[in-house]
Structure formats: structure tokens, C-alpha cells
């Protein structure tokens, strides 16, 4: 299920800890330049080596609870500590 307001078919960013390593999603920011989602691990720092393109449906098969921010406002991020953990919001710092 999709409680995004954009199509399954965008196309999204992830780490290749996410997608390849089997991470779980713990940082997700709706990028304040040009809209666009990311779905990160929440490691510290990611090279660009570490970014892999994914539609937002495969996103969303490996972790339907991130549905439950797919209202996160543009230039906003949310962070929680483990996959069933509550997400907290914040003003993105970039």
C-alpha cells in the first residue's frame, strides 16, 4: 500500500547498506532542492559510490512502515533508532 502522494514508479535514493547489506531504513529526507526522497540507513556519512536509484514501490515492499511519514513536508527529515521505532521530524540542516 502507497500513502505517498507520488507514484510507486519515482524514482528514489537509497544506500547500498539499505538495498544490498539489508539495513534497516532509519533516515529519510524529503530534500528541500528538488523534492526528491531519499531512504538511508542513518550512517554517519555516505560517499556517492554508497547512492543506488529504486522506485519508491520497492522501498515500500522492503519497508511498508515508512508509509507512516509519507506526509514528511519537503526540507524535513525523520530519523528513529530501530525499524519498529517511532520516527522523529526535524528541519532538515541542508
Avoid at 5 to 30: F, G, N, R, T, W
Avoid at 41 to 56: F, Q, T, V, W, Y
Amino acid at each position: 500500500m502507497n500513502k505517498f502522494m507520488e507514484p510507486e514508479l519515482l524514482a528514489v535514493i537509497s544506500c547500498s547498506h539499505v538495498i544490498k547489506d539489508q539495513y534497516p531504513i532509519l533516515l529519510v529526507s524529503h530534500d528541500i532542492d528538488d523534492g526528491g526522497w531519499q531512504f538511508l540507513c542513518g550512517k554517519e556519512s555516505h560517499s556517492e559510490k554508497d547512492a543506488i536509484i529504486i522506485g519508491l514501490g520497492e522501498i515500500l515492499e522492503m519497508d511498508p512502515t515508512v508509509n507512516d511519514i509519507a506526509d514528511l513536508e519537503i526540507g524535513f527529515i525523520a530519523r528513529r533508532k530501530l525499524r519498529s521505532g517511532k520516527w522523529t521530524i526535524e528541519k532538515s540542516q541542508y
